[in-house]
């Protein structure tokens, strides 16, 4: 009965939503694995509900996102999300970034187990603000744990995404600031400088500077990478960039330059073709 399913879903998420001890009295009344096929059933409300009494486990404590996780709860959310349209993906996309807020170890059991894409998937624009808003929300909890966490991320595009939603000028307050929350986490952690690149020319300057302080950070310890750096015109374009003097920015492009040889800043500093040109007519003349 549909109807029942549905009741004792909502009725099982309501005693766990309060406290971790009544989380956990749901939890070890055997409802794994049990609820975890609820999330196939033909009835759209009972996979909600079902996702939703999960999410309120997962949200108290690492050891139950570790039961959960142990059940095998990241594949059939990862599942969930994939196949919910619209806002009924919200309880599925939530669960996977509290299980992944607790531990590094916790976050790559979701990557894993597939979980960047459909979250990657909700930032679309065809979904409402809110699935955008926990999609940004929970990528950030993911990616934000360490560097090979952000590099799986900027594997799979989600900065640029991030990005993109960030700018977007149909986004709402909301759904900017997860954005801008999960950018700043997973740059601060990703050290894969060809994910970031093509980053610099579209960058707002409050976002920028994460981006900036991964080259600063990376380039004096790898050649390829300095090398990369100018091929890529990055080097040129952080020369283009107009930055007050004493800032964070300005910083991490003067550490940035500070790596290639003063010939180099100049011949890519904006007016050097100009600057060439006059000392060949004053030479000439």
């Not at 196949?83 to 919200?90: D, F, I, P, T």
């Amino acid at each position: 009965d549909a109807q029942l399913k549905r009741q004792v879903c909502s009725c099982l998420a309501n005693i766990a939503r309060h406290n971790p001890d009544l989380a956990e009295i749901v939890m070890h009344n055997e409802i794994f694995p049990k609820i975890l096929y609820r999330l196939k059933d033909p009835d759209l409300l009972v996979r909600k509900f079902a996702a939703t009494c999960i999410r309120e486990i997962a949200k108290h404590s690492a050891e139950l996102s570790k039961l959960i996780c142990n059940t095998g709860g990241v594949v059939a959310i990862v599942d969930y999300i994939t196949e919910a349209k619209g806002s009924n993906a919200l309880p599925g996309i939530i669960t996977l970034g509290y299980i992944s807020a607790f531990e590094e170890s916790l976050a790559m059991t979701v990557i894993a187990n597939k979980g960047i894409a459909p979250l990657k998937d909700a930032l679309g624009k065809d979904n409402p603000d809110s699935v955008k808003a926990s999609a940004a929300w929970s990528l950030g909890q993911i990616g934000g744990h360490s560097p090979d966490h952000a590099r799986a991320m900027a594997e799979q595009d989600v900065p640029r995404l991030l990005l993109e939603l960030y700018k977007d000028g149909k986004s709402n307050e909301e759904v900017k600031k997860k954005s801008k929350k999960a950018l700043k986490s997973i740059l601060s952690m990703c050290s894969y400088l060809n994910a970031l690149e093509p980053l610099i020319s579209d960058c707002p300057t409050d976002i920028l500077q994460y981006v900036l302080h991964q080259f600063a950070k990376t380039l004096p310890h790898e050649h390829a990478a300095r090398k990369s750096f100018i091929q890529s015109g990055g080097l040129k374009k952080i020369q283009e960039i107009k930055v007050e003097t004493g800032s964070k920015l300005r910083q991490y492009i003067d550490e940035i330059n500070a790596q290639y040889p003063q010939e180099i800043i100049q011949f890519y500093s904006p007016g050097y073709e100009q600057t060439l040109w006059k000392k060949m007519d004053e030479d000439s003349s």
